[in-house]
């Protein structure tokens, strides 16, 4: 039986371009302590994706801003490498108001820009995450009417009526609210009605090979469907080819995001 060593020694050595593997490597695995120190010395980024209207020239609605980290050497790590670790830690914490920081920063030196921010329900009642979201909307008249904030929905599920209350409460700013990975997992539709997010965001795997899966058709159109139903607009993620946004098309969806319409970049497009 053939024994494959899956230290972060050795897949730096077999991956030495792995941004990731190449910190994990010099830091002993040790996720926690690269988080802390990035954070600790500004070594955080947002990369931006955009959000383009399913009709209309396919114009861009919106862009995505995502968080990424940089290692000694200035390298992105993207958040999936790290984010699932520290999720539920305080550290998840710091990321989302890191965030939100640079989100609100983006906005405040782009007048024409309308960004969305991931966040989990987690940080809403996050000090930092608080403030920074305030003192936002403080210093900059209106701002609140080009911010998204994208709630993950299992953090959502978890805790319907702080989110609730947390909508409730910076909605009148012009917040628009996002439900993040929509369909994934069990989702408590019972909740849609009280949450009354503005829009949804279907989820990558639904979206993957719609033109050709049935199951998907199915799935999406009903999730679609559902968005609608509550006054939500459809947004699906993860579209990489022309055939799934043509299919998209025709079944509805107010959005799309995916490589199909640009990666994500640390450049507006």
Same mark, same amino acid.
């Given at each position: ?126 000090? +930092?995450?608080? /403030?920074? =979201?305030? $003192? ?6 209106? *701002?609140?009417?080009?911010? #998204?904030?994208? %709630? ?34 069990? +989702?408590?539709? /019972?909740? =849609?009605? $009280? ?6 965001? *279907?989820?990558?795997?639904? #979206?993957?090979? %719609? ?39 025709? =079944? ?18």
């Amino acid at each position: 039986m053939a024994v494959f060593d899956t230290s972060a020694e050795v897949l730096a050595r077999n991956n030495p371009t792995d941004p990731l593997q190449h910190a994990l490597a010099s830091r002993e695995a040790d996720i926690p302590r690269l988080v802390t120190e990035a954070l600790a010395q500004d070594r955080a980024r947002l990369v931006f994706m955009p959000v383009v209207a399913a009709s209309g020239g396919q114009r861009i609605a919106f862009h995505e801003g995502l968080i990424r980290l940089l290692d000694e050497n200035g390298r992105l790590i993207p958040a999936g490498s790290f984010m699932a670790e520290v999720e539920e830690t305080g550290l998840g914490r710091d990321i989302d108001a890191t965030a939100l920081r640079l989100g609100i920063n983006m906005l405040q030196v782009n007048p024409h820009l309308r960004l969305a921010i991931n966040m989990s329900a987690r940080s809403i009642g996050d000090g +930092t995450f608080r /403030r920074t =979201l305030e $003192d936002g909307i403080r210093r900059t008249p209106r *701002i609140g009417e080009r911010l #998204i904030l994208e %709630i993950s929905k299992n953090s959502a599920m978890l805790m319907p009526e702080v989110v609730i209350r947390f909508m409730a409460e910076f909605r009148p700013h012009g917040i628009t609210f996002a439900l993040d990975d929509f369909g994934a997992g069990l +989702t408590a539709f /019972r909740y =849609l009605r $009280d949450f009354l997010f503005d829009m949804v965001k *279907i989820d990558t795997i639904f #979206i993957r090979g %719609i033109h050709a899966s049935p199951d998907n058709q199915v799935v999406t159109e009903a999730l679609v469907s559902v968005a609608h139903q509550f006054g939500m607009f459809a947004v699906a993620e993860g579209v990489e080819t022309a055939d799934e946004a043509a299919f998209l098309q025709e =079944l509805g969806v107010d959005c799309l995001q995916g490589y199909l319409f640009g990666v994500p970049s640390g450049v507006i497009s």
